[in-house]
Structure formats: C-alpha cells, structure tokens
T-cell receptor
Framework: GAVVSQHPSWVICKSGTSVKIECRSL??????MFWYRQFPKQSLMLMAT?????????EQGVEKDKFLINHASLTLSTLTVTSAHPEDSSFYIC???????????????FGDGTRLSIL | LAKTTQPISMDSYEGQEVNITCSHN???????ITWYQQFPSQGPRFIIQ???TKVTNEVASLFIPADRKSSTLSLPRVSLSDTAVYYC??????????????FGKGTHLIIQP
C-alpha cells in the first residue's frame, strides 16, 4: 500500500521550454504533497508544500512563478518548471501524505523521482 | 526546526548488525523521528518511524532514549543490497504547514562482502 507514482521518470528538453511533472497517489488520498529537488551527491531540499484545493506554500528562495504547483485533486499534484534553463537540471522528487491531521505519525511516501536535464 | 546530524559515511560487512545514530538536540514535543533509505536515482523509501523508546518492524529497529535528543537505527544482518544513503527526518505537520521537513546530509552506508 501507499504507492506514489511520478511521471515522467526522465526528461530531456531544450532551454526555454516548460516541463510538467506529475505525482499521483495510487492507493490513497493525499491531502498534502511535497516537492523536493536533489542535486548530485546532495540531500533532498524541500521546494514547496502542496495542499489539495489551495495554493502551494513555497520554501524561501524557491521562485513560485518558475515552479508552478497544482494540486487539483486528492490523488494528483503537478510541478511545472517554466522556461527551464540548464541550472534547473536536477532530480525532482514528490512525496505524499495521506489522511488528516499530523504527518508526524503518517510517514511521507515518495515517488521515484524525475531526472530533468535541460540542454 | 529540528536539525539533524548523522555520520557522513559508515562501512560494514555482510551479516553484521549496523547502528546509525542521528542527533537532534532541539527536537520538539510534537516531532516524530522517521528514517528513510535512498538508492541512487530513486526516491527515499520509508524504513521506520518512532516517537519514544523502541520500535521494531520486519527490517529494522529504532531506539530512542528518554530525552529524545538522538535516535539509533539498527539494521540486523546487513547484506550488500543495504548499501544506500540513510536519512533521519525529525518533524511534524501542523495545519497548513510542514515543520521540520529538512533532510540532513544523510549517512552513506557501504556494505562489503
């Protein structure tokens, strides 16, 4: 149980294009989803918290106009990297938190990540 | 935010028990302690979670002392496939925000034959 699917797993595109990444909770409803970015040999960095039906909360230093997050349903959140440039190349990972209330006793369930390469 | 500190790397051998300790001196009352395993080019995988004392599941044990300022992940009889990065995450979710979702640098565990 608690499976999170992320698509695509790998994408290469030209500089200036926009890329959309989907994160789906397959067997549970996710009231909250998180988006992370991970550079090679580094830890995960939280980019934003996405709550179903409301605007995402972005971490300090993350451009909300560049990284558009939509969480329109309890099973789907999307991250769109707009006008992507080579410095946006990274490993993007989503996670989902099911149920209501505190996540503290409900661990995050992670997708398998999306490798984004901007040429 | 509860900051975590772990050893950067550890080495062990197949069949041994491995203990990885995480320090979290400013853990808050509502915070839980969660450990994840990550292989290259994959998302983290949940291992175990606890609040206090000891928690055990089919793959690991988690020991938390009374002051909760540290925790130890114990992996019994490791194999080569346990080579990965292990993260401890301390925090809680409250209302519209997420507290403590700051991953530390993790521990790169290398298992040798």
């Amino acid at each position: 149980g608690a499976v999170v699917s992320q698509h695509p797993s790998w994408v290469i595109c030209k500089s200036g294009t926009s890329v959309k990444i989907e994160c789906r909770s397959l067997d549970f409803q996710a009231t909250t989803m998180f988006w992370y970015r991970q550079f090679p040999k580094q830890s995960l960095m939280l980019m934003a918290t996405s709550n179903e039906g409301s605007k995402a909360t972005y971490e300090q230093g993350v451009e909300k106009d560049k990284f558009l997050i939509n969480h329109a349903s309890l099973t789907l959140s999307t991250l769109t990297v707009t006008s992507a440039h080579p410095e946006d190349s990274s490993f993007y990972i989503c996670s989902a938190l099911g149920g209501q209330g505190k996540w503290g006793n409900q661990p995050q369930h992670f997708g398998d990540g999306t490798r984004l390469s901007i040429l | 935010l509860a900051k975590t500190t772990q050893p950067i790397s550890m080495d062990s051998y197949e069949g041994q028990e491995v203990n990885i300790t995480c320090s979290h001196n400013n853990i808050a009352t509502n915070d839980y302690i969660t450990w994840y395993q990550q292989f290259p080019s994959q998302g983290p995988r949940f291992i175990i979670q606890g609040y206090k004392t000891k928690v055990t599941n089919e793959v690991a044990s988690l020991f938390i002392p009374a002051d909760r300022k540290s925790s130890t992940l114990s992996l019994p009889r490791v194999s080569l496939s346990d080579t990965a990065v292990y993260y401890c995450l301390v925090g809680a979710y409250s209302g519209g925000g997420a507290d403590g979702l700051t991953f530390g640098k993790g521990t790169h565990l290398i298992i040798q034959p």
